[in-house]
């Protein structure tokens, strides 16, 4: 969810999640991340745009992804209001190579679409 969060500020020019939700705000530790994507369409919302379509791919391992994307993009739908069938989700590895082929973590890479309404 930080990752589309990002996609989305990127898209409107408003930076990333911590500019809106200052790591240094104690308030912001441990929030649940849907609280930020919904900022996120929220804002694209009151500044005229609609986002139309969500692009997530996970990097990692482990778990794997493919048996729980279907309810990742149902849970996402029903947070930002887009239709499901505009949401992808997927994973890929890196081959073993790094900290995500060493299963030390996950990292994500999103993109978004934003239409002016």
């Known amino acids: 969810m930080h990752a ?3 996609a989305i500020y990127g898209a409107l020019a408003e930076g990333d999640i911590g500019r809106h ?3 240094s705000d104690p308030q912001w530790k ?3 991340s849907e609280i930020f994507l919904r ?5 694209a919302r009151a500044r005229g745009f609609a986002v139309t379509n969500i692009d997530c791919t996970l990097i990692c391992e482990r778990p794997k992804v493919g048996p729980h994307a ?4 149902t849970a996402l739908a029903e947070i930002t209001g887009i239709e499901a069938g505009r949401i992808s989700v997927k994973a890929t590895t890196s081959e073993r190579l790094g900290f995500t082929g060493r299963e030390e973590g996950i990292a994500a890479i999103a993109t978004c679409t934003v239409v002016a309404q």
């Open 4 to 6: 589309i969060t990002d």
């Open 21 to 23: 939700f200052p790591p």
């Open 30 to 32: 441990g929030a649940a």
């Open 39 to 43: 900022h996120a369409v929220d804002l």
């Open 70 to 73: 279907e309810a990742m993009m």
